[in-house]
């Protein structure tokens, strides 16, 4: 029903940068939370960042000072920007939003992207 589309993955060396995109289809209510997840091969789906409607954000502890979640509201977008990377961050990144079910959000559902390839090298 709510669509997401992941972009802006590829190649990068070690140390590199990269910029993440992710953009929802229109919904009827607002998006209350997004975050970024990632799998790399033979390992679990971890959470990355996440962000609330008002901007609040947070990460996971290795990626702190690297890594910077935001979202534009209005554009119903979300961005991950990714400096110094490293080969062991080599994975799948998907877009994760969670979206209010009425105009109180007193319910939500969650809807998924299909994911983007980062791969780091050495």
């Known amino acids: 029903q709510v669509q997401l589309v992941e972009s802006g993955g590829g190649l990068v060396q070690a140390g590199g940068s990269l910029r993440l995109s992710c953009t929802a289809s229109?919904?009827?209510?607002?998006?209350?939370?997004m975050a970024w997840y990632r799998q790399a091969p033979e390992k679990q789906r971890e959470l990355v960042a996440t962000i609330t409607y008002t901007g609040s954000s947070t990460y996971k502890d290795s990626v702190k000072g690297r890594f910077t979640i935001s979202r534009d509201n209005a554009k119903n977008t979300l961005h991950l920007q990714m400096n110094s990377l490293k080969p062991e961050e080599t994975a799948v990144y998907y877009c994760?939003?969670?979206?209010?079910?009425?105009?109180?959000?007193?319910?939500?559902?969650?809807?998924w992207g299909q994911g983007t390839l980062v791969t780091v090298s050495s």
């Open positions: 994760n939003a969670r979206v209010c079910g009425n105009q109180i959000c007193s319910y939500t559902s969650d809807y």
């Open positions: 229109r919904t009827i209510f607002r998006i209350d939370s």
